[in-house]
């Protein structure tokens, strides 16, 4: 009798920006194969309103020299620290734009905070694919499964690769949980709950020991080099935030006073409404411009 078939290895290439210390991720395969790419960059400089797509064209260039084709572009959240080049990619290379069923919910808030347009829907429709909580999907041949992690927003979703028999193997954690001398995301953006948030990362801690953690954002303190890998024993030993034997109150309680003391992500207000369409920038108006809103004193 044959043995069975061995699970399928990822290749995880990692391209960390340095102006949003945001890590855009290519997964796949084989050279040659399907991929996906997770939260991809968009440049946006504030002060002259110009956006740029050199962090978008890095990840061009790494697939079309490993002769990827693009099946997903994957959306942990709608971001508030970088504006997401799904759109750019997506003209570029293909795939579908993909994110959790409940990005709806963020719409919904942020749609009244920007007083948007009538035509804008919040119904998820501005996205190729809404994932369903727990839901498998595959990127080629590798098992994946789009788990929901609410808290730092709503719609917060993490990207777990499974083994052939549904076995945990490694996950992209999104905004949830940062490296273990960073400890977790901040949850006081509108949809935010720290209560939420615990419970989602207890539950990715939960997973088996060995699991691998990616992180989508890296903040390094001075004297480290920037790093976005860990694993689930290396988190629950000593993530200074939810390390084994906080209790959910104590973790709340920290979370929230530590919020209240931040200010708000430089690209907060441009990036979100990008975000939630998307990657689209806004139509261009009569003179061929197009225009971002800032809402004066709604946040």
Not at 81 to 94: M, N, R
Not at 144 to 164: F, I, K
Not at 240 to 267: C, K, N, S, W, Y
């Amino acid at each position: 009798m044959s043995s069975p078939a061995a699970s399928p290895l990822p290749i995880i290439q990692s391209l960390f920006d340095d102006e949003t210390s945001t890590i855009t991720y290519i997964v796949f395969e084989r050279e040659g194969g399907p991929c996906a790419i997770i939260d991809p960059v968009l440049d946006y400089d504030p002060r002259s309103g110009r956006t740029a797509t050199r962090s978008a064209d890095k990840v061009i260039d790494v697939v079309r020299t490993r002769r990827l084709s693009v099946q997903w572009l994957l959306e942990t959240h709608a971001h508030a620290d970088h504006l997401s080049a799904a759109a750019y990619l997506k003209q570029h290379l293909g795939g579908a734009i993909a994110i959790g069923d409940a990005i709806r919910s963020v719409q919904r808030v942020f749609k009244g905070i920007y007083n948007l347009e009538q035509g804008f829907a919040p119904d998820g429709s501005q996205f190729d694919y809404l994932f369903h909580a727990d839901e498998a999907f595959r990127i080629g041949g590798l098992h994946m499964r789009a788990l929901h992690v609410p808290g730092h927003t709503a719609a917060d979703m993490a990207y777990m690769l499974e083994d052939q028999d549904g076995a945990p193997q490694l996950v992209f954690v999104g905004d949830t949980l940062f490296m273990p001398d960073l400890g977790s995301a901040r949850c006081d953006f509108p949809g935010g709950n720290a209560h939420a948030l615990y419970r989602s990362a207890r539950r990715l801690l939960s997973l088996p020991p060995t699991t691998r953690l990616f992180m989508c954002h890296d903040y390094p303190p001075q004297g480290r080099s920037a790093k976005w890998e860990t694993t689930v024993a290396e988190q629950r030993a000593a993530n200074i935030h939810l390390h084994d034997g906080v209790e959910e109150g104590e973790f709340v309680a920290m979370r929230q006073e530590r919020d209240a003391t931040l200010g708000m992500p430089l690209l907060i207000l441009p990036a979100i409404q990008v975000n939630i369409r998307a990657g689209k920038l806004p139509a261009p108006e009569a003179n061929g411009v197009r225009y971002l809103k800032i809402p004066v004193d709604a946040l």
